[in-house]
């Protein structure tokens, strides 16, 4: 039995240099994870800071040309988080690669573009939240400093807002390595394309999944972790 193991494991991993497939694999999907990471906490705080600048226009004062410059944008922004919201990911990511860049041949970068843009709707959602969070006196006291709103959310608001939505954005940065495992759809050699080739060679699935679970989980661990250390010391700043 023993000797069986270890020849299933040879077989795996060190057959042919195999564990380079699976390295290759843990690199694309760390790759895809960040860029799409940073791509949805821009859009995030895009769409949720207008939006919420948006709702704060006194409906009693005379509509202008601005006014209805915001209220559009607003109206398209609310659509993108519907749309992207209600659709699954696995067909985002194909009409991204299929239709939208077809014209790419470089998957990775196709994958981070349309998970960047999934993850910003669900951002933008969570900092909205996190924003409304905040006592609405904060505006009115960052204001009175002679602050004008956008100041006034990057000083004041976002900054506690970010105490607030750091457990959510820690869960949709989860999600976002657990569903880099659908990239496969576009022929992208992630962790999962990586234990699928290896299994279509050596016809033994229980390493090569074994593996890639394993090395999901203490992505997701690592990540549960460090954020777990960040909001301690942000308790502890708020203490002091």
């Given at each position: 039995m023993f000797e069986n193991f270890i020849s299933q494991f040879n077989k795996a991993f060190i057959v042919d240099d195999r564990w380079k497939i699976f390295l290759k694999g843990l690199g694309n999907t760390i790759t895809i994870t960040l860029?799409?990471?940073?791509?949805?906490?821009?859009?995030?705080?895009?769409?949720?800071?207008?939006?919420?600048?948006?709702?704060?226009?006194?409906?009693?004062?005379?509509?202008?040309?601005?006014?209805?410059?915001?209220i559009v944008i607003d109206k398209i922004m609310a659509a993108y988080v519907a749309v992207i919201r209600g659709t699954?990911?696995?067909?985002?990511?194909?009409?991204?690669?299929?239709?939208?860049?077809?014209?790419?041949?470089?998957?990775?970068?196709?994958?981070?573009?349309?998970?960047?843009?999934?993850?910003?709707a669900y951002v933008s959602e969570v900092i909205r939240a996190g924003i409304q969070s905040v006592d609405i006196g904060q505006m009115e006291a960052g204001r009175s400093l002679g602050l004008n709103r956008v100041k006034t959310m990057q000083l004041i608001i976002l900054p506690q807002a970010l105490k607030n939505i750091l457990p959510a954005l820690c869960n949709e940065a989860i999600a976002i390595i657990k569903e880099t495992s659908i990239v496969g759809l576009i022929a992208v050699g992630d962790l999962t394309r990586a234990?699928?080739?290896?299994?279509?060679?050596?016809?033994?699935?229980?390493f090569p999944l074994i593996a890639v679970a394993l090395i999901y989980f203490v992505l997701v661990f690592g990540l549960t972790t460090l954020v777990g250390k960040l909001e301690k010391r942000l308790a502890r700043s708020d203490r002091s």
């Open positions: 860029g799409a990471a940073v791509i949805g906490i821009i859009i995030g705080v895009i769409i949720a800071v207008f939006r919420f600048i948006a709702t704060q226009r006194d409906p009693r004062k005379k509509m202008t040309f601005g006014s209805m410059i915001i699954p990911l696995a067909i985002q990511l194909m009409i991204m690669a299929f239709i939208i860049l077809q014209g790419i041949s470089d998957g990775v970068v196709i994958a981070t573009i349309a998970f960047g843009l999934n993850s910003g234990s699928d080739l290896v299994r279509s060679r050596t016809m033994q699935p229980y």
